[in-house]
């Protein structure tokens, strides 16, 4: 009987103020500045896919976020733009908290709330917090139409205090 598939389901804050902890699963010590990396050593081959829930407020973390609110400054609906470059920052960490020891993963950018100052421009993130289930139920049966899996971890260690 082949062993049971799982989909680790994670929501993240902001991993760049993350520091190395030492997580201990069923007498493992695993040092690690994410429970990902622990998490995908318990899950061995059985980790079919990994989804990383973030907010597009992290926008304002980047290290270009001024420049590329100038280039969008006038643009109505600069929502994609913006999640492309979350994606992209979130995708760095990644690499960095994980190395390649992952590669089925996604990465879903949801909306969130609050006004920011980055420099001199401000930038107001409208999201709803009702949304925020919908968009993490469409992206799990997205994945679940291309991916088997019968098992679902929730990691709640890194999210932000209304994920989930």
């Known amino acids: 009987m082949a062993k049971e598939k799982i989909l680790i389901v994670t ?55 001024d420049r590329l609110l100038e280039n969008l400054c006038g643009v109505r609906r600069a929502g994609a733009e913006i999640k492309d470059s979350v994606k992209a920052w979130v995708r760095g960490w990644v690499k960095i908290l994980v190395g390649n020891h992952l590669s089925n993963y996604s990465i879903r950018v949801i909306p969130g709330i609050g006004s920011y100052r980055v420099k001199d421009i401000y930038i107001e993130f409208k999201g709803s917090l009702d949304d925020f289930y919908s968009y993490v139920y469409l992206a799990i049966l997205e994945i679940a139409e291309h991916v088997n899996f019968s098992e679902l971890w929730l990691d709640l260690s890194h999210g932000i205090n209304y994920m989930p």
């Open 11 to 65: 929501p993240w804050g902001d991993p760049s103020g993350w520091s190395p902890v030492e997580y201990v699963f069923n007498d493992t010590k695993q040092k690690a500045r994410t429970t990902l990396v622990p998490l995908l050593k318990m899950a061995g081959n059985r980790a079919s896919h990994v989804l990383i829930l973030v907010s597009d407020t992290l926008f304002v973390k980047l290290n270009d976020a």
